[in-house]
């Protein structure tokens, strides 16, 4: 079965070329490179990866960019525009059509507080998104889910990916109140979810995370097969359970999933919102 990695982080250390983010005050200290990434994809059988730009650089997404142009045929790749800058539009313009980037993430997570994602101030940047056909990745706590229903009816063309669930709490478990953010967003058909990191829920339980499972199946049996999506978020991963323990989890931990079910997940959601020639010459 083809594979492909939607949702991994790059950068190197050779901060001379490509410094980190003013204010970065806690940089990696281990490099995870294009080069580190390919070994890994290589030695478990996956054909591509979605590079989303890490936070480190801040809105620079040269590291990322630079990456895509070298390995056209493995990555595609979603940068970081200031959503609240006036010139975002123009900035992610530049970001789609000369440095190959095929979408654009928002994170409101890094203000709880904020009301800017449903704020029809930003909604210039979505209707760039359409013209663009990119795509719209979401980092975000649960509660905040609620504002994205404001620019999901309004475009309803534009790709949306949900990074991570949201976090939803373990403790309420899938039936709980908070999730309900999450959930509700099944009515809006654009709108897909990433089914990932589920150490960053379960806080302290070994792998494999069954106390969170139940909370991943209530996830992908509401959204389904074609609108779902795996990822391990490598290099985090690492300091998890691995890249090979990740896979493992959709592969054979989690029984629920059939084989067509990890077909869609695992490759061809993938292709069809990221419509690259992965592992072609």
């Known amino acids: ?118 704020d029809p101030a930003t909604f210039p940047l979505w209707e760039k998104c359409a013209e663009l056909g990119a795509s719209v990745c979401i980092l975000s706590h649960i509660e905040q889910l609620a504002m994205l229903k404001a620019p999901v009816s309004r475009f309803p063309e534009v790709p949306v990916i949900i990074d991570h669930m949201g976090w939803p709490p373990l403790a309420e478990g899938p039936s709980g109140a908070e999730i309900r953010h999450l959930l509700e967003l099944v009515q809006y058909p654009s ?26 199946r209530k996830v992908f049996e509401t959204f389904g097969r074609e609108r779902c999506l795996w990822g391990t978020d490598w290099p985090l991963v690492r300091d998890q359970c691995g890249y090979a323990g990740a896979m493992r989890l959709y592969t054979e931990e989690w029984t629920w999933l059939t084989e067509l079910d990890r077909e869609w997940i695992m490759d061809r959601t993938i292709r069809k919102i990221y419509p690259r020639p992965f592992g072609q010459g």
Request: glycine share 4%; charged share 25%; with cysteine.
């Open 191 to 216: 709108v897909r979810v990433k089914i990932t990191d589920p150490w960053a829920i379960s806080k302290d339980e070994a792998y494999p995370y069954r106390q969170a499972e139940p909370i991943f």
């Open 1 to 118: 079965m083809p594979v492909i990695e939607p949702h991994v982080h790059v950068w190197t250390l050779d901060t001379e070329r490509y410094p980190w983010a003013a204010g970065t005050s806690n940089p990696p200290k281990q490099s995870a490179t294009a080069e580190e990434l390919l070994e890994t994809l290589d030695a478990h059988g996956v054909e591509g990866a979605v590079l989303v730009q890490v936070i480190f650089y801040g809105y620079d997404n040269s590291y990322a960019a630079d990456c895509l142009q070298k390995y056209p045929n493995r990555f595609a790749g979603v940068c970081l525009v200031d959503p609240q800058d006036p010139a975002a539009p123009s900035k992610l313009e530049f970001e789609v059509k000369e440095r190959g980037f095929s979408g654009i993430r928002l994170r409101p997570c890094h203000d709880r507080n904020s009301t800017w994602l449903s």
